[in-house]
């Protein structure tokens, strides 16, 4: 890493960010259960902060790239996340837990994109090293999956509120020592506005990639730690299975700067939804097989590891840098979309299909964004890394 890059406060706020991340994943559908909750209404309650996810990200990033005050956005909105999560000690019925979801996820999904252009910003022509910096996001998921997995096994999930809280209030810290930047210009920046760049050939058949890759994975963020439950796992092994996937994905972003060297970001994105459709059925017919459940949360390190830095890298050079904000919010914005998409449905289907089909229909959106890529994606010159950006990795 180049000496003035602010390595290790930009770690900080990943860690702290997919710390929450991975309090929410294994343990928001846990919690509503423990509510006593049904499916159907887990789904919901689940699909909600996804469905504001389609929504903040675009607002608040026209607002980042109209004021360029990226850094105030990530303070505030890492604040007014705290603050509007902190609601739900007040009460526990459906109608309240909706809305404090919805509340808190308008504020929390409008700091990731734009912290994603401040950290690029940061990168400058060291873009392919984004994976390094970003691996402290999946250490910090790892710890907080595996601690939580065993403090619930051992204590009441009454106390998941709190822990939620305490990692927001780490997001807070870690925002306030973050420096600022603003991209610089690029001379192979795409001409026009933001609307202009959108429509060049392939960039709006990636962000329906997004869509479809992010449906797929409705049931697993939903439902994968009641599925395991109900198979027999214990609450601390399925911590761990989460954790395990993750370590998958931190040893990914450790060599994806040498991936994306030596192939195309199409080729990686292929590659990445393909193995996810066959993740989703190994977890949807022999999850209750110790060794398939273990190769199948490895994969994490394709459906989410690659599929995630090859698509920062696809957005950070479709766009000019005066719409780098709009370009990743539209980003989280489709993976919003798909992701309550897919958690409606999973909420609708697991009992009245079962896991098995369930999973199914989530390996058959893979495999659509698989052909959608190949058709759309595989013969996009922008994809091809530059040879300074080979010689940086």
Known sequence: MSASLPYWRLSSFYFFYFALLGATAPFLGLYFAH????????????AIPMLMRCIAPNLWGWLGDSTGRRLLI??????????SFALILASKSYAWLALVMALHAFFWHAVLPQFEVITLAHLREQAARYSQVRLWGSIGFILTVAGLGRLFEWSSLDLYPWAMLVIMAGIVGASLWVPDATPAPRGDAASGGFLAQLARPGVAAFYACVGLMQLSHGPYYTFFTLHLESLGYARGLIGQLWALGVVGEVLLFVVMARLLARFSVPQVLIASFLLAALRWLLLGTLADH???L???QLLHAATFGSFHAAAID??????????????QALYAALAGIGGALGALYAGYTWNSLGPAWTFVLASLAALAAAGLAWHSLRERPVAVHTSSQKDSS
């Open 314 to 327: 696809f957005v950070q050079r479709s766009f000019g840098h005066a719409q780098q904000g709009q370009g």
């Open 294 to 296: 273990l190769l199948a």
């Open 290 to 292: 110790l060794g398939v």
């Open 74 to 83: 990530v303070r505030l909105g890492a604040l007014c996340t705290l603050a």
């Open 35 to 46: 509510l006593g909750f049904p499916a159907a209404r887990i789904g919901e309650l689940v």
